[in-house]
């Protein structure tokens, strides 16, 4: 079994059981506190992406995800990367420092640049 440190005082075991609830207990407490440490939003690292992407979701992932593109091109002057859904889809970022997702529902819009 592995451990997973953070700074506090509890130490977080993960299990063999990744269920959908078994992870949101085990984590539930450390993206809050990750949250109020860096005071920012964790979901989005610029804020003119997040401003074009609030602008340009509709209610049509199709849609949204062509509008963002193009004012993204436009805005950045380089090619951006962009997945819209109506459901719920799970990502990591590992290689871009710009980065947003938005939710204006029903659809929820992520966004980054290849480094």
């Known amino acids: 079994m592995h451990s997973m ?8 075991a993960l299990s063999n059981d990744y269920s959908d609830n078994s992870f949101r207990t085990k984590i539930a407490g450390v993206k809050s506190r990750i949250a109020n440490e860096n005071e920012k939003d964790v ?3 610029n804020e003119s992406l997040k401003r074009i992407m609030m602008e340009n979701i509709v209610s049509s992932p199709t849609i949204s995800k062509q509008l963002i593109f193009s004012a ?4 950045f002057q380089k090619l951006i990367d962009v997945v819209c ?3 719920k889809f799970s990502y ?3 290689s871009s ?3 947003c997702e938005v939710t204006k529902p029903p659809v ?3 966004a980054f640049f290849q480094p």
């Not at 440190?5 to 977080?12: A, E, G």
């Not at 993204?72 to 805005?75: L, P, S, T, V």
């Open 108 to 110: 929820t819009c992520f």
């Open 72 to 75: 993204g091109k436009q805005r």
């Open 5 to 12: 440190h953070i700074k506090s005082d509890r130490t977080f």
């Open 43 to 45: 979901k989005c690292g």
């Open 97 to 99: 420092h710009i980065y």
């Open 85 to 87: 859904s109506r459901n």
């Open 92 to 94: 990591t970022v590992v």
